[in-house]
């Protein structure tokens, strides 16, 4: 009866070919869990109007009149001058200045990073007859080649930034909670951190497992760099803190302990309430407190960590509803401009952060892009060093090179302007460098980390992925350049400073390591290191913006042409992300599932799309083409 079925509707079973998926028993397993998962998301759905709210508060918010809060947007983060600032310190302030507790310590001075609007040109530049381009007398081609464009004066050696005191003194606990011991650790050192505090938080019982799980585990993987650099519990009773004073910080603490439980034991369907109760409460929150236009630092509190902790924890196919990274950064802005006063000195530090990797991820300009313009002129620190592990001159220059991105984008600037801008943040970049370049393993011998070691390491790979960024805006640029292969190869071997697995700092490194990806040519032996370091990170590797830029270097690799390394996994060879029938929930709340149609052509699912070999793929374009909004840090 099947086979007459099959004749009458002109169907041949000897031409049937199954869909790929249908290949071995692990690729059918696979498929069956990704309907699953479009299947559970309807089960959430009620939660939506909580975040639609938000969503519109934080849209109201933003159609605000500046004027209407008579501030400046760079007085929150450049208030009012501070009487005891030493006489360098005091040279900066202009018509907005720094307060003493953003200021940090000064740096020695060195040359000015030159305003985009008129560029410092280290080398000699004219344009002959039929617009015949010159770099010191001899003849530019249109696809400039890197390895041949550099500077003509040798790098000048930086100073060092200020003193870890800086970071110290500024990252003090809030509150001396008892059951820590105020010499440093815990006073029952053989107890967990969720015993020791359970006590002192509130909780429904129902919830207590959510709280431990956060205290006990995700408490580890938050900021690893603050713990090198931090001696003693200093952040834990701060995050305490915020937990006991903020109910949208704790809920969004719980629903990040119920989102690491499903992560890393697999409870799938039983986290999922969890996850969107207290994703619901906090947002509930938020809107109450955004709705009687008060509480701005427990709004600021509670939106940085929804950003930061989904930047540690989140799954790049998460199919849950969500509010995206973008509103969130978005709300903070403007309440920042709001604020009367400076927010905490490390809001401010992870302000900077978010802003400045977040603008590299939309090739715009950052929030604050004159802020920190005027910070770096001066020499004054935002505590990036200690947060992150960057120095922040050299983030600072990110900043810059995203302004100079966006200006090309906009079609603001031309091709002799954009080589001018890059010749002159090359040079900023060359004077970042240290008077000492040797590097060694951060590693004592009884394996204590040492801070300096550390952040030397992690500043060298930061900036070897600015000059690719900032080559990047070249008019023509080859991914196979000399200056480019060396620049790859370098970082391959500064990453071997760093060992592979959860006891090393790659997680550290999401942004560095997404830029020199995306630049690795087929032939590159990087796409080979990096996938050999997502391989030792085991279940971490695919947690957290790791997780989303290696999902996003594997669609670039593939759509370059070139072979993807595999991981080992079953997924390897049908990956969710290279389907375009597979829609991600990453750019907003509620997507529509659309399962297979069963009238589809089998080729069209089997055949997969033949790309040229060797060809020249923007990560930006491949982000936008899967719909992917991620923050990449």
Not at 197 to 225: A, C, G, S, Y
Not at 595 to 619: A, F, I, N, T, Y
């Amino acid at each position: 009866m099947l086979l007459q079925s099959q004749l009458s509707h002109g169907l041949n079973p000897a031409n049937h070919e199954p869909p790929q998926w249908w290949a071995t028993n692990e690729q059918r397993r696979g498929q069956r869990e990704r309907i699953k998962g479009r299947i559970r998301q309807t089960k959430v759905m009620e939660k939506n109007s909580s975040l639609q709210e938000y969503m519109d508060k934080i849209k109201a918010l933003c159609e605000e009149s500046p004027g209407a809060s008579g501030f400046d947007i760079s007085h929150a983060m450049l208030p009012e001058p501070n009487p005891f600032a030493t006489p360098a310190q005091r040279a900066y302030h202009g018509s907005a200045a720094l307060p003493g507790a953003l200021i940090g310590l000064p740096i020695e001075p060195k040359p000015e990073l030159p305003a985009l609007a008129a560029p410092i040109v280290s080398f000699d530049l004219n344009i002959g007859s039929d617009q015949q381009m010159f770099l010191n007398n001899n003849f530019l081609q249109t696809n400039v080649a890197l390895s041949d464009f550099s500077t003509t004066n040798p790098a000048i050696p930086t100073p060092p930034l200020a003193s870890n005191e800086f970071f110290a003194n500024n990252y003090g606990p809030l509150q001396p909670f008892n059951p820590i011991n105020p010499q440093g650790g815990f006073a029952y050192p053989n107890k967990s951190l969720s015993t020791c505090l359970q006590t002192m938080m509130p909780v429904d019982e129902k919830d207590r497992h959510l709280l431990e799980h956060f205290l006990d585990n995700f408490m580890l993987l938050i900021f690893p760099i603050v713990d090198v650099h931090q001696a003693g519990p200093a952040r834990i009773r701060e995050v305490f803190g915020l937990m006991q004073n903020n109910r949208a910080y704790f809920h969004c603490c719980l629903s990040v302990g119920a989102i690491h439980l499903k992560s890393s034991l697999g409870m799938e369907d039983q986290m999922d309430h969890d996850i969107m109760q207290h994703r619901y409460d906090a947002m509930s929150h938020l809107c109450r407190l955004l709705s009687k236009k008060s509480g701005y630092m427990q709004v600021i509190d509670a939106t940085l960590s929804l950003i930061l902790f989904h930047c540690s924890l989140g799954e790049p196919d998460d199919y849950l509803p969500d509010v995206p990274w973008t509103s969130h950064f978005q709300g903070v802005a403007h309440l920042v401009k709001k604020l009367n006063y400076a927010p905490s000195q490390f809001n401010v530090t992870l302000i900077v952060w978010i802003d400045i990797i977040a603008a590299t991820m939309a090739g715009a300009t950052p929030y604050f892009s004159h802020t920190y313009r005027t910070k770096h002129l001066s020499g004054h620190t935002s505590g990036l060093q200690q947060l992150m592990g960057c120095d922040d001159r050299v983030m600072y220059l990110i900043s810059e090179i995203t302004c100079l991105e966006s200006l090309r984008l906009e079609g603001l600037v031309d091709d002799m302007a954009i080589l001018s801008h890059v010749s002159a943040l090359t040079g900023q970049l060359d004077w970042t460098e240290p008077a000492d370049p040797r590097l060694e393993v951060p590693f004592t011998s009884s394996g204590d980390v040492v801070p300096e070691k550390l952040t030397k390491i992690i500043t060298a790979l930061y900036r070897i992925a600015a000059r690719l960024y900032l080559y990047s805006l070249l008019p023509s640029v080859d991914y196979n350049d000399p200056a480019i292969t060396t620049w790859l190869a370098t970082m391959i071997e500064i990453l071997k400073y760093i060992p592979a697995g959860s006891s090393g700092f790659d997680r550290c490194l999401v942004w560095p390591l997404f830029i020199a990806g995306a630049f690795a040519s087929p032939s590159s032996n990087f796409r080979k290191v990096l996938t050999e370091r997502v391989v030792a990170l085991g279940y971490l590797g695919k947690l957290g913006s790791f997780g989303k830029m290696y999902r996003v270097l594997k669609e670039v690799w593939r759509e370059s042409g070139g072979p993807v390394p595999p991981t080992g996994e079953e997924d390897d060879s049908h990956d969710a992300a290279a389907d375009p029938n597979f829609p991600i929930n990453t750019s907003g709340l509620i997507i529509t599932w659309q399962l297979e149609d069963p009238s589809q052509e089998p080729e069209q699912l089997s055949q997969p799309e033949v790309l040229p070999m060797g060809r020249q793929v923007h990560w930006r374009d491949v982000m936008k083409r899967n719909k992917w909004n991620f923050l990449l840090m």
